[in-house]
């Protein structure tokens, strides 16, 4: 089963001579259980490519199917998005004025979930990634990897089939980015896809697969060695 497919997909950001070509012509696709890590240089398309890929952004040609739904044909995107999609930003996108639980419980309540049943699949998920001791404090009182546990959190609750993960590793220490690693992999484990943007290669070695983009096209990686951690 294919969770994620993308065929042919473009991305401009701009027009006339400042446009920019993010995406020439990506083609991807992430079965159920699998983790795919996505590598390259900076201004590679990475970003693009996740945003595209759950549906933040429309590709300028080509398609996006989740679960089967062509993302352009969806009629209500944004809940098919809370429901279906965990995003980690690359710059967390927490809301200042709620706590790290109340970060946590927001998709689930926008999504019909009571408050009292949101707040204990909160709590499981921010207990699960060792963040319950400060559920009850707001963005601007925790470290920046407290802040990335959160917001990591925040993607995996509810029963998500696609995970979106830009860099969530970027502000943590290694044990803590292994421990994120393992959290995806178990995600992985009960059926869910990730598709995971990391610089580093320790994390990428996690994955089922690596994808290379290089000036938005996939490179071949054939040729990469990867040592598996698990
Ligand atoms: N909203 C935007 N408007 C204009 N250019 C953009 C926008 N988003 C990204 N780009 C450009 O698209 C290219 C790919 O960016 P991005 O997807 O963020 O790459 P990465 O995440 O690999 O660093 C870069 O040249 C970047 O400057
Ligand atoms: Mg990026």
Redesign the pocket.
């Known amino acids: 089963m294919t969770v994620l497919a993308l065929a042919g997909v473009t991305r401009v ?2 027009d006339g001579e400042t446009a ?1 070509h ?1 995406l020439k012509g990506v083609s991807l696709q992430i079965a159920e259980g699998e983790l795919v890590a996505v590598m ?10 996740l945003n595209v890929a759950g549906g933040l952004d429309r590709p300028t040609s080509g398609t996006v199917h989740i679960d089967g739904h062509d993302l352009a044909a969806v009629r209500d995107l944004a809940a098919l998005r809370r429901r279906s999609v965990g995003y980690v930003f690359q710059d967390l996108n927490l809301i200042t004025s709620l706590t790290a639980a109340e970060n946590v419980m927001l998709p689930r309540e926008l999504d019909g979930v009571r408050s009292r049943k949101a707040r204990e699949e909160a709590m499981a998920v921010l207990t699960e990634i060792g963040a319950e001791s400060f559920a009850d404090r707001f963005p601007d009182e925790l470290s920046g990897g407290q802040r990335q546990q959160v917001a990591i959190a925040r993607a995996l609750v509810g029963e998500r089939r696609l995970l979106l993960a ?1 860099e969530p590793t970027g502000a943590l220490d290694t044990p803590g980015g292994d421990e994120i690693l393992r959290l995806l992999a178990a995600r992985c484990e009960a059926g869910a896809s990730v598709l995971l ?1 990391t610089h580093e290669p320790r994390y990428a070695a996690w994955a089922d697969r690596v994808v290379f ?1 290089r000036d ?1 096209v996939v490179a071949d990686a054939t040729d990469v060695p990867m040592v598996s951690a698990r």
């Open positions: 950001h701009g920019v993010a390259g240089p900076s201004g590679s398309g990475k970003s693009t490519l830009d943007v983009l938005g």
